[in-house]
């Protein structure tokens, strides 16, 4: 969406759908297997262009030093593989909770990207903004795409998929996930066999889970007990490492009165599963 010169972008969050550790690399990443899809729900970037070269970002977000903020990262990036002295104003509308396992700080990178690479009329390709996400984190690749996607590799071996567009009611059990902690623990599950993207889908949602699960409940009870009570009115699971978690609806109805049930238990917000990004739907208009 364009206003007199200014770019507003949504920057939508995103569930793993099902989520496989197959195995462990000798540089200690992981080899995974997951089913990315987007939420109707998320952060909002607006960028304008400045004149003087400078990049702005607001606000500042607390315990993110602006060197490590991914937005500027972007930014910065793409001026870098581009040789672009541009500079723009980003404020960033943060609505998803950072470490929260909807990949928040991707999207927003995500946006950043795409929309700088409009507004500063670089046309550089889907592909090789894809290859600059990749660098700032596995799960910025799909959210340049934007398609729901079969994952491989560390996340960044994609392919799309047509995945059922279910509500979701994704709440946050109010503590901190530390995902080098999940990963590291001696008692996370790293030897699922790998399956084919076939099989997964053709096993429906029934079958699907997350390895990081039972780990992410001995660490965090807080995420324990949201998802105990979460199951015990839908099917509930563990989106990345958490914190958040999320119930599966098949009405919006239902979705809202999970919602309400919930309020004034933990932070929680519905939304409903997508195969396309609306971020691309906003680029495209």
């Not at 200690?28 to 987007?38: A, I, K, P, S, V």
């Not at 960028?47 to 500027?72: K, Q």
């Not at 080098?180 to 079958?207: C, H, K, N, W, Y």
Request: aromatic letters at 6%.
């Amino acid at each position: 969406m364009s206003d007199a010169g200014r770019l507003i972008l949504p920057a939508p969050a995103k569930l793993n759908r099902l989520l496989h550790i197959t195995g462990r690399r000798p540089d200690g990443y992981h080899e995974l297997q997951t089913l990315f899809q987007f939420l109707d729900h998320g952060d909002t970037l607006t960028l304008a262009p400045r004149d003087d070269g400078e990049l702005r970002l607001t606000p500042t977000l607390s315990g993110v030093a602006p060197a490590d903020n991914l937005i500027l990262r972007a930014a910065t990036a793409l001026r870098e593989a581009t040789g672009s002295r541009q500079g723009a104003d980003i404020h960033l509308d943060k609505r998803l909770p950072m470490g929260g396992g909807l990949g928040g700080g991707s999207s927003d990178a995500a946006a950043a990207l795409l929309g700088l690479n409009r507004l500063w009329g670089l046309h550089l390709s889907i592909e090789v903004l894809a290859e600059l996400g990749l660098r700032l984190g596995a799960d910025v690749p799909v959210f340049v795409r934007g398609h729901a996607a079969w994952a491989e590799g560390i996340g960044e071996r994609l392919t799309p998929v047509a995945l059922d567009t279910p509500w979701f009611v994704v709440v946050h059990p109010g503590v901190s996930v530390s995902t080098p902690a999940v990963f590291q623990a001696p008692e996370l599950t790293r030897d699922t066999p790998p399956i084919t993207m076939a099989r997964a889908l053709q096993g429906g949602t029934a079958s699907w889970r997350n390895d990081c699960e039972l780990t992410v409940r001995e660490l965090y009870p807080e995420v324990a007990g949201a998802l105990d009570w979460l199951s015990d009115r839908a099917p509930a699971m563990l989106t990345g490492t958490g914190a958040c978690v999320f119930a599966r609806l098949d009405h919006e109805a239902d979705a809202t009165a999970l919602l309400d049930d919930i309020s004034g238990r933990w932070t929680s917000f519905k939304a409903q599963g997508l195969n396309r990004s609306p971020l691309h739907d906003a680029l495209d208009r």
